[in-house]
Nanobody, 125 residues
Framework: QVQLVESGGGSVQAGGSLRLSCAASIYTYCMAWFRQAPGKEREGVAAIVSNGNTYYADSVKGRFTISKDNAKNTLYLQMNSLKPEDSAMYYC??????????????????????WGQGTQVTVSS
């Protein structure tokens, strides 16, 4: 059983930064961050696999960085240059595989069997 606990959310002004953390009981092959804004579908933000390869949604490339500390079993999401449209509940998720299509991560929430409770990020303009 994989247990995931997120932290680090909060309220910031546009242009600011936040770092989210996800404490994992164990790692799986793929660890990822998703987000969901009110009235919208859950979308993949970033993923990292066991060999260190990372994948990002186009909307966050160059602004967000996913990383993990294997010694601490902790996944991170460093978010810089935040925009109001980044406001959402952010979830950590774990999966035993990853789907890559045309070199791009196919971020399907239904593939992920383990989820944290989420941490809220609010970006004001």
């Amino acid at each position: 059983q994989v247990q995931l606990v997120e932290s680090g959310g909060g309220s910031v002004q546009a242009g600011g930064s936040l770092r989210l953390s996800c404490a994992a009981s164990i790692y799986t092959y793929c660890m990822a961050w998703f987000r969901q804004a009110p009235g919208k579908e859950r979308e993949g933000v970033a993923a990292i696999v066991s060999n260190g390869n990372t994948y990002y949604a186009d909307s966050v490339k160059g602004r967000f960085t996913i990383s993990k500390d294997n010694a601490k079993n902790t996944l991170y999401l460093q978010m810089n240059s935040l925009k109001p449209e980044d406001s959402a509940m952010y979830y950590c998720a774990a999966h035993s595989g990853i789907t890559i299509v045309g070199g791009r991560w196919s971020a399907r929430p239904r593939d992920f069997g383990y989820w944290g409770q989420g941490t809220q990020v609010t970006v004001s303009s």
